[in-house]
């Protein structure tokens, strides 16, 4: 039988492999990008976040989170492991239960798999962009440019939107829907949030770990705890991330941090009153320091309108609970995210109650199966989104049909 798979990041050639493990298939891999896996060199600061220990369902959105059910149990995160163990990768799990590669190089992981895309059995085509799918009696006729390929199994795995600098695009979306699937809205995910407050400029750079809340109008749309890093333009980090896909649905949310999550504000007064009994030379300035970072420090002085030049002896009672008080909640006007250029991860996408979630073959189109991002499913920063494009691939690959 011949299977052609359409992108060769990881949930295609999680499905190439699969696909052409038995050699009874011969598999045509079409990839648009002059290589294979480009966006996978990027993930996790250049060092490949592969998978998480604690990957279930509760990790994952989208119309219907449940649909990773099935495959997350067929390839699970131990199946994952055990699979690049074979390959030839060796491993770290870091806390939190992120997987990295033990060499700490994203290139490892592309590599590796590399080497098992090499099978008697399986030709990869990369510089092929597909401008068109029609399904013609049994088969598929996938045409690139003037060419056509034909294949009895199409198998779609394009990826987003997000991070189109890396080869993200809508090209997965425009295809299945060609062929009758429909989309949801798109949104960017795992991505930088902008702010409107001029005082997180003068903090660029700076990081620290915190505790955040995302509100609209007084209700709470998402929660996560982290680190977070201050830019030009507003904040990132992997909490930012955590965070990001409720900004981006949301209209004018508000960020509320809180630098202190472990001490209580009994005890940051307390620490705060010691300091101006024992140092009382000092200046405003230096209320914070040791606490916070120096700069977030004066940041969140000049905030609740501190003068820092002002002796440490002259703050009353009120200023100093607004001190302590901004401290555990710092506010930010969220503008809006970085963008799809900037985004690791889609939000959205093919409609995922179109599919059977135990073999990945569309319910529209016999024959016809999809895969990893381009699908209705996104998960938490932390390696959820790699582990859902391996199983959901893997899955997809074996080409078990439910109809």
């Known amino acids: 039988m011949k299977v052609a798979i359409i992108g060769a990041g990881a949930a295609g ?8 493990a038995s050699g009874e298939h011969e598999v045509l891999l079409l990839e648009r990008q002059a290589r294979v896996g480009k966006k996978l060199l990027a993930t996790g600061n250049g060092r490949c ?31 994952t492991l055990d699979f690049f ?19 700490d190089q994203a290139n490892s992981v592309v590599d590796v798999l590399r080497f098992a895309l090499e099978r008697k059995n399986l030709t990869l085509r990369a510089g092929t962009e597909i401008t068109g799918v029609k399904k013609q009696g049994d088969q598929f006729g996938i045409r690139s440019g003037g060419e056509v390929f034909r294949a009895d199994r199409l198998i779609v795995t394009c990826g987003g939107a997000a991070g189109t600098k890396l080869g993200g695009g809508l090209s997965g979306y425009q295809l299945l829907r060609s062929l009758g699937h ?10 930088q949030l902008k702010t409107n407050d001029e005082l997180v400029r003068s903090l660029k750079g700076v990081r620290a770990n915190a505790s955040l809340r995302l509100v609209l109008n007084d209700s709470i749309l998402a929660t996560a705890r982290g680190e977070v890093q201050f830019t030009e333009y507003g904040v990132s ?4 991330f955590d965070l990001s896909r409720a900004a981006s649905t949301a209209s004018e949310s ?29 200046n405003c300035e230096d209320l914070l320091t040791g606490i916070l970072h120096n700069r977030l420090g004066r940041v969140v002085l000049r905030d609740v309108g501190v003068p820092l030049n002002l002796p440490i002896t002259s703050l009353n009672w009120k200023q100093l609970i607004a001190v302590v008080d901004d401290c555990r909640d710092f506010r930010l006007q969220v503008l809006g995210t970085m963008g799809f250029d900037n985004a690791q991860v889609t939000a959205g996408g093919i409609c995922t109650q179109e ?15 999809a895969a990893g991002e381009v699908l209705d499913i996104d998960g938490d920063c932390g390696g959820y989104n790699l582990q859902w494009a391996w199983s959901s691939g893997q899955l997809a690959g074996e080409l078990r049909t439910t109809c």
Do not use: W
């Open 13 to 20: 050639m999680a499905a190439a492999i699969t696909a052409s």
């Open 49 to 79: 976040n592969l998978t998480n220990r604690a990957a279930d369902v509760s990790h994952y959105h989208g119309t219907d989170p449940s649909f990773v059910i099935p495959a997350l149990r067929d390839f699970s995160v131990s199946q």
């Open 85 to 103: 163990q074979s390959i030839g990768l060796y491993t770290v799990t870091e806390p939190g239960g992120r997987v990295y590669p033990y060499s």
């Open 182 to 191: 429909h989309c949801t809205k798109l949104y960017p995910s795992l991505v």
């Open 237 to 240: 980090g992997p909490a930012v």
């Open 254 to 282: 508000e960020l509320h941090l809180d630098f202190l999550p472990d001490r209580s504000a009994e005890d940051i007064l307390s620490a705060l009153c010691i300091r101006i009994s024992r140092f009382p030379h000092l």
């Open 355 to 369: 599919f059977y979630a135990e073999t990945m073959e569309s319910r529209i189109v016999p024959g016809l199966y």
